[in-house]
């Protein structure tokens, strides 16, 4: 099909998940099979309200970029239209769920199984610093899986680009309380290294089921964070506690690069030029 889509070219569905000013939606297009979509309607007033404008036009030309290079851990953007009130975004439908819904199910995920994950994803952080994109709300919330079980990331509303100017890259707080990086907190500095301050925070969840830090409320969490006040609760492997030890640090550049990540010793086994293995779902 040519030309602009409208929301009438689609039938919307059940909620998927709630932004702070977005709603994702499924849908299936009226022509075409009725094939799935996720659709992502973020409302204009709100947007410019909220002085997001710049973020929605990031988030759109950044997945336009990446998806060129077609990542199996990026999510997809088929297109894009507006009406009077919106802005959609047709996404890629990753039907597996949220992480966080995996980890609330099946608690703490075996070595083996949390491995793989993070070898997908660390896959994907490395392609995306290589694109130049910093997402800056990497979370398990944010990573999809797919039917088969492989992980997808999404919502990139939060993400800059690395060419923007320094003001763009020090930016307020945009993230998740959790997950966001002391440097941020500090010194309100968002670089490639937050995003792999994430990454350690998610590999510690995988392995234990609930992130490192997690006070009784956000000040608390910011708290621990600033103080890398975190214990180990489940036992698990000195690997896997060293390569944590050596992404949570304070200081952004002593932390691992995404490239450094691949090299360290935990992956040894994962052979990151063989996709197909390393993109194999967990359910395949
Ligand atoms: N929730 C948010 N984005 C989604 C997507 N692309 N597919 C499925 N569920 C989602």
Redesign the pocket.
Known sequence: MSGKRTPGDYVFLEQ??QGSYST?F?AVERTNGGRNY?I?VCGKKHIIREKKVKYVTIEKDLLNNLARGGHPGI?RLFCTFHDAENLYFV?????GG?LLSLLRRNGPLPESWSKHLFAQLVDTVDYMHAQGVIHRDLKPENV?LSQEGRI?I??FGAACALSNSAQDRAASFVGTAEYVAPELLLYSQCGLGSDVWALGCILYQLTQGAPPFRGENELKTFEQIVALDYKWKIPTTPQITALVRNILVLDPMQRPSSKQLKQNSWFSSIDWNDRATLWKGIWE
């Open positions: 998927l998940g994702v499924r996720a992502k999510v996404l890629e439908y990753v039907s949220e999809l997808v999404t919502d």
